[in-house]
């Protein structure tokens, strides 16, 4: 079979959209072109709209990799992959109770500056510079992989697309700052829903319907949404998605600076908490319709894998292929589908560009240079923006050159690196007798630990016998090269197995478990969690060998109790603030000397000093006044 490909009218209505958005992202720029304050251009002087916040938190989390990868898993691995929708939902509810007050009473300039203030400068900046090398790592892999995969069905080619899509994020974010992100995330949100929609309706039209889809996948043995098995070692299940999503979804919207920087561009607590509820809306919706996707693509192809048959050459490339042959009689909706796909990665890179030159402006220029003026900060933080455009665009190239290792290599550093930051942020709000060394130990040993099985099991590769890849079919196909050793790559974890295939009609075999060291063989899914535990863990231990904190000369404004809600006894409350003593029994004059982690660095933490804007500019000094 001939691979379609795009018609003049798809690529005008693809143009279209890519135009649309970098005009929006342009008017703001343009607009912000009097306002030379950084509070304008990493926080909208505080004034944006919740709702329009919320839809940009969302996207910002939505890129390619959902739009054509969780089709993809569902496809493979079956309807299991429909938790994925609901990751956020408990999260939510944790960040708008417990931390999004935190962040306000702060007034933090990035998330990182928590660490500082509850334990040492040393705890922020191992933090931030290892969120930073993974959030280049991850634009760098979500500019590429939906470059290759699209490029099969497309007259433009994987370099072309990923310089394209990196210099239009580049120019709107660098020119225009946070409003011109929220307001491009807010269209591209739009993109994506109708983009994806007008997939799966015409999708399960074409295969003649919903009964039809669901007979195709209970055949196909993919009706698997409550599988209860407790094995850890089975990529999929519904314990390791329910578990491993809440971890891995806490992390980002509760200690990630693309979720904080939203949420602290709000004027009051009350407005944060909307836009935290509003972003859990497109979040389900746009993943549910992509698990719709995957499920409509199987009962499509159910007698005639792509990949088996060698239509096309890449799992990543099976919705792009899917959606230029199924629109192929309705010239543009193709177009607007690829339009969707390229807006998750538009909304994930502009956030990632703007947030980690936050974190390099914030965490590392300013302790060296406070006095730096406003139209200086600014500057730097914009050459800063146009030198990490540089970089991604370089790691989407490297990616190119060696895909699967270094894809693999990507998603092996997200999955140690976010964990123990996870693990950092939980000590220092609950724990109060942790210390900064025991926080550095323990991020230190849980982010080995974590990279040690997540290499381990990169190297022997999935077990086929818990990878869970189900059976598909060719014998429905036409004069097609079938194929008779295959690997299955994903784009969810980058990791590669071989499926070595009995016949031509049946793309699956039972196999021998493979003997390893066990621990190789766990899930990626459990991670973030693994990662976190361990931290945790080890962050106690040596706090307590070491010499642990006295709670009572603790600062109470940088804890968080677990119960602390009036309608809880008054004994309850005060057993869960492990000796904190009460916010409102803090105040006099000169404040007290809180107790910090550094050696002869026992400082009065006055708050209003701790957002380095404040200082800076007179302007942003207004800006930065919020009602709570």
Request: hydrophobic share 45%.
């Amino acid at each position: 079979m001939e691979i379609q490909e795009f018609g003049t009218v798809d690529l005008i209505v693809f143009s279209a959209s890519l135009l649309l958005t970098f005009l929006v992202g342009g008017y703001y720029a343009y607009k912000a072109r009097r306002d030379d304050s950084v509070a304008n251009y990493y926080f909208g002087n505080r004034k944006i709209p919740p709702i329009p916040l919320g839809l940009s938190l969302a996207v910002t989390y939505i890129s390619a990799l959902t739009m054509i990868g969780v089709p993809t898993e569902t496809y493979t691995y079956g309807m299991i992959n429909i938790w994925y929708a609901f990751a956020n939902l408990i999260p939510s509810i944790i960040v708008c109770i417990y931390f999004i007050p935190l962040y306000y009473r702060l007034q933090l300039p990035t998330i990182y500056k928590y660490l500082e203030i509850r334990f040492n400068r040393k705890c922020r900046m191992f933090s931030s510079a290892a969120e930073i090398m993974n959030a280049i790592l991850y634009m760098g892999i979500t500019v590429y992989l939906p470059s290759l995969a699209l490029s099969a069905v497309t007259p433009i080619s994987t370099h072309v697309a990923i310089i394209l899509t990196s210099v239009i994020c580049i120019i709107y974010t660098v020119c225009g700052g946070l409003k011109a992100i929220v307001w491009t995330d807010t269209l591209q949100s739009g993109i994506m829903f109708f983009g994806g929609l007008a997939f799966m309706i015409k999708a399960t039209l074409v295969v003649g319907g919903f009964s039809e889809i669901a007979a195709a996948l209970e055949r196909g043995e993919r009706n698997n949404i409550f599988d209860l098995n407790l094995d850890p070692k089975l990529r999929q299940s519904f314990w390791s998605l329910v578990i491993g999503s809440f971890t891995h979804a806490f992390y980002p919207l509760a200690c990630s600076q693309p979720s904080v920087q939203r949420l602290m561009s709000c004027k009051s607590i009350k407005s944060a908490r909307i836009a935290m509820i509003v972003s859990n809306f497109p979040k389900i919706l746009i993943t549910l319709i992509a698990v719709g996707c995957g499920a409509a693509a199987y009962a499509y192809y159910e007698h005639c894998d792509p990949l088996s048959s060698g239509q096309i050459s890449k799992p990543d490339q099976l919705i792009p292929f899917m959606a230029v042959d199924i629109f192929n009689s309705l010239p543009g909706m193709a177009g607007l589908f690829v339009a969707g796909v390229y807006s998750g990665t538009l909304s994930t890179v502009s956030s990632g560009i703007n947030s980690a030159s936050a974190m390099i402006l914030e965490d590392f220029i300013l302790p060296i240079k406070p006095s730096l003026s406003g139209k200086s900060q600014l500057f730097v933080s914009k050459i800063t923006g146009l030198i990490l455009g540089v970089i991604v665009i370089s790691m989407a190239y490297l990616c190119s050159l060696s895909s699967n290792t270094v894809t693999s290599l990507v998603f092996v550093v997200r999955g140690t690196c976010s964990g123990p930051i996870l693990g950092a942020f939980i000590l220092g709000l609950i724990f109060p007798w942790c210390t900064g060394l025991g926080v550095l130990v323990g991020q230190f040993i849980g982010a080995a630990f974590t990279c040690w099985i997540a290499v381990g099991g990169l190297v022997y590769g999935r077990d086929p016998a818990t990878d869970g890849v189900l059976p598909v079919l060719t014998d429905g196909c036409e004069n097609t090269n079938l194929t008779t050793n295959n690997e299955h790559w994903n784009l969810t974890q980058g990791f590669t197995t071989t499926n070595l295939l009995k016949n031509s009609t049946a793309t699956y075999s039972e196999h021998e478990p493979m003997e390893y060291f066990g621990l190789y063989g766990i899930t990626f899914l459990y991670y973030y969690s693994i990662g976190s535990i361990i931290t945790i863990i080890v962050g106690l231990l040596v706090s307590i060998i070491t010499g642990a904190n006295d709670p009572r000369k603790s600062n109470p404004d940088v804890f968080v109790p677990i119960l602390d809600n009036k309608c809880f006894p008054k004994s309850v409350r005060h057993f869960f603030r492990f000796g904190v003593p009460s916010r409102k029994t803090r105040c006099g004059k000169d404040g007290i000397n809180y107790e910090t982690d550094d050696v002869g660095e026992k400082v009065g933490i006055k708050l209003q000093q701790t957002n380095h804007l404040k200082s800076n500019h007179s302007d942003e000094t207004k800006a930065l006044n919020v009602d709570v």
